[in-house]
């Protein structure tokens, strides 16, 4: 059996008296693809940030590669190879998208001259980003911010990708680019946990999917089964779920996970 390359031991983290996550155990395997849906305040992001190292537990441990990395700071997470996006983009306004993502090469993954610029530019061409390397990143549009986003944590050389609701806000053709890339990354062998509302950008891409309520895990295992649950469609849904949905259609109707209803048009919104 494959030793997990992620694994959170009864982790626990609370503010005060909100609990964002109470006595989680799970794991991840190298090249596995996990979805996490759950409703809003559920703790999703906060997950991210007790992996990633932006977060301190307040008990339970955290294993990555075989080493405790509990008391490590995200820093030395992310050198490990804990690469993350972050729900709200946040590039440096005042530096090109070259140079967002160059950052990340050097101070993510440790690259130096050379390495670091075939690696930020590897990272561009893979989310198609070549052509506005040079443009400041302030005059970029939703799209281009997640797409620099997702090119940031691709340049740090992840062996865990962690994906904050990347699809929020994008088209059903630009959500399909998305899951293209996500599969190729994939594909390469980084692991990937990947927050999502929309839902039918998960299914064609994850084996197994986790829904997060008040801190606990509520689902955990096969996506249609998970899906169909009737305490995940209590606390996530709160409504029917389609078998095509349930199947990674894209042409089905999105769900918005903070209310549960259908979103209509052809912009989804987180």
Not at 71 to 88: E, I, M, P
Request: hydrophobic letters at 45%; a negative charge.
């Amino acid at each position: 059996m494959t030793d997990p390359l992620l694994e959170l031991d009864h982790v626990t983290k609370r503010f005060g008296r909100i609990v964002i996550a109470e006595d989680l155990s799970f794991a991840v395997g190298p090249g596995d693809t996990v979805g996490i849906v759950g409703p809003n305040g559920a703790g999703k992001t906060s997950l991210f940030g007790l992996i990633s190292g932006d977060l301190s537990p307040g008990a339970g441990d955290i294993s990555f590669a075989g080493r405790t990395v509990t008391k490590l700071d995200a820093a030395a997470r992310c050198r490990l190879g804990v690469g993350r996006t972050y729900q709200v983009p946040r590039p440096f306004t005042d530096m090109t998208v070259y140079e967002n993502v160059l950052v990340a090469a050097q101070q993510g993954a440790g690259l130096r001259r050379r390495a670091s610029y075939a690696a930020a530019a590897e990272a561009l061409e893979r989310v198609g980003m070549t052509r506005e390397a040079n443009v400041p990143a302030e005059r970029l549009g939703l799209l281009q911010r997640k797409r620099l986003e997702l090119a940031r944590a691709l340049a740090s050389r992840p062996r865990l990708l962690l994906l904050d609701e990347v699809a929020g806000g994008l088209t059903d053709p630009e959500v399909a680019q998305l899951v293209e890339i996500v599969r190729g990354v994939n594909a390469e062998g980084v692991a990937v946990i990947w927050i999502e509302h929309v839902v039918r950008a998960l299914t064609p891409v994850v084996s197994r999917l986790i829904c997060l309520a008040g801190g606990t895990f509520v689902g955990d295992g096969d996506p249609a089964a998970v899906l169909a649950d009737p305490a995940v469609r209590e606390v996530f849904l709160g409504t029917e779920v389609t078998a095509s949905l349930a199947a990674g259609s894209l042409d089905t109707e999105s769900f918005d996970g903070s209310a549960g209803q259908p979103v209509d048009g052809k912009r989804t919104m987180p």
